[in-house]
């Protein structure tokens, strides 16, 4: 493939590529080289990506796979249960899938993370591609093979790490993204300059306008610096025992939030709520300058992110940091800016910093 762009995931285990494209063009080449001529294809999706995006995706990939089915599925966090998985099965086992099938996930995390599932467990396991359409999923969830669904509210506790053949980033699948679904995304991109440049960090202040404008030219470059970053993590730690926890910056008490405020706040609403608390921590250690804090939060207010929550109290905040499946042996893990663009892991962290810093992002 040398008309669009790749980089390639290497975990030691498994390699595979991600393509930014920006159209989707070049995804029956990239099948191809998967060896899935001939092969069945079934492509998870959401009814709103679906209704946009598979019709054109289906036609793209027929001409690689001698079947390909699109199965739908409600979109939104509260459909990502074992309830839709069993459907996928019955899905794939009414049409007659089997162990050569492939699994496609199209669509935001949700169904990246569904599709993933299903198809690390039919038949256990049968090859999957992902096919990312919101920023996050374009900058995180699709890159790393985290695959899983939610028990009640509790968050993808149910799960496996299932790498796909390839991932394909169509750039301009992101002009149907509705807007508070892109600044979640930004949430996570602001993440990875405070964790892993301080570069990128300054890149996306110098042209946020041009970000927040949507240039296409200023966009693929921080999906692909994203990737790039997200990759050389997970090249490192496949299965997230050590280094990969610096991409769960903001997320200790981000997921805490999120818990807490049910299906009001996306994800990535929360992890900048998260951010703003945890680098309450280095500014009181001395780590960073109050400046930093006051910056990151303009940048995440910027991009329309919220940096407080109402109707909270810090007492259940803490309290529910205890929830998260992070949480070993009842001690607490942070992840803290030492500076913009280097990060420390920590469970030495005194409750007063923690309450303290859920303070200093709760309204009265
Ligand atoms: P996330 O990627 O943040 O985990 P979801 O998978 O729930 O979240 O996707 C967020 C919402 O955006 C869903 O309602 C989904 O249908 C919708 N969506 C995803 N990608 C697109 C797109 N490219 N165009 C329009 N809507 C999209
Ligand atoms: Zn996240």
Known sequence: MNNIENIVVDTGTTAYPIYFADDFGSLAEAAEKCGYKGRKLCIIT?????GIYAETIKREMEKVFSEVKVCTFKAGE???????IRDFYEFLLENKFDR?????????????DMAGFAAASFMRGV???????T???QVDSSVGGKVGVDLGSYKNVVGAFYQPKFVYINTSSLDTLPKREFSAGMAEVIKYGIIQSEDFYKYIIENKEKI???DKEYIRHIIRSCCEMKAVVVSKDEHDTGLREILNYGHTIGHAVEGLKGFELLHGECVAIGMAAVTDISVKRGYIGEDK????KELLKFFDLPVSVSGLKAENVYEQLFHDKKVSSNKLKFVIADSVGSTIRTSDVAKDEVMAAINSVIED
């Not at 959401?46 to 679906?50: C, E, L, M």
């Not at 509260?78 to 839709?84: G, I, P, R, V, Y």
Request: glycine share 14%.
């Open 46 to 50: 959401d009814n709103n990506v679906g």
């Open 78 to 84: 509260k459909s990502k249960t074992l309830d839709t």
């Open 100 to 112: 050569k099938s492939v699994i496609a996930g199209l669509g935001g995390g949700v169904a990246g």
């Open 127 to 133: 090859d999957f591609i992902q096919i990312p359409t």
């Open 135 to 137: 920023l996050l999923a």
């Open 212 to 214: 927040k404008s949507f």
């Open 293 to 296: 804090l006051a910056e990151l």
